[in-house]
């Protein structure tokens, strides 16, 4: 029974967070495999995250996860940072270890490919040129899951170009930069196409790209979930190309995370992503 195992404590870690729908599915796996624990909210303002993050092992949690306004500058707070989220340049989960140090990792990488290995399991990330919108956090994960993967081109777009262009000159490779106005020109013959920013998110102002130029083989991915189909996915749709949403890259994000703090490798199942989408609407 779930009282004779031993209690683990973790949570979800930014500023706002009431909207989080990490509770639930931390706590559907909890009830699922018979664990003793919880995972909870935790709101905490942007100049309150050094106490916060240090005083996870004092109040007893096995680890956190950590999003915005805050995984950058948690890095500066674990004792250990994960080599993949060192090159990504942000955490989005903490360890407690058995020390009591603390240990930052990034799932995000992992949640997006598996996102899209769910949706199309011959996916390949070399099939041909990828475009991905947006310069922020996300993208500085999805950027070097595409790059690991194997991506031999990756067009990234961005409002603000400084960005777009450091982000190209920090990660190198295959990434190279265009200007915003030039993002209908970055569809061209591309295999895969990726929205990371805010646009089209609910209460967002819309994402505007006419998709004429992408061809209709390629994947569209857009990793809002808030709505569960964004107007990009839906012009993609109505097109004919294969899209995914947002929820499957936080589904999958929380698996490795969990493991971390329970022990335990949950499954993404039917059951789970329906009671995630009941909550979204």
Known sequence: MATDTPYTLAGVMGWPVAHSRSPAIHGHWIRHYGLNGHYVLLPVQPERIADAVRGLPALGFAGCNITIPHKVAAMALVDRIDPLAARIGAINTVVVDK?????????????????????????????????????????????????????????????????????????GGPIRAYPWEQREDALEGAALLVNTTSLGMKGQEPLEISLERLPR???????????????????????????????????????????HWFGVLPEVTPELRRMVEDTIG
């Open 99 to 171: 020390d009591g140090r603390l240990s930052g990792y990034n799932t995000d990488a992992y949640g997006f490919i598996q996102s899209l290995l769910d949706a199309q399991p011959d996916w390949r990330a070399d099939a041909g040129p990828v475009t991905v919108l947006g310069a922020g956090g996300a993208a500085r994960a999805i950027l070097v899951a595409l790059a690991e993967r194997g991506a031999r081109e990756i067009r990234l777009c961005n409002r603000s170009p400084d960005k777009a262009q450091a982000l190209a000159a920090e990660f």
């Open 217 to 259: 083989h390629a994947l569209v991915c857009d990793i809002i979930y808030v709505p569960l189909e964004t107007p990009l996915l839906a012009a993609a749709r109505e097109r004919g190309n294969a899209t995914v949403n947002g929820l499957g890259m936080l589904l999958n994000q929380a698996r490795p995370a969990f493991q």
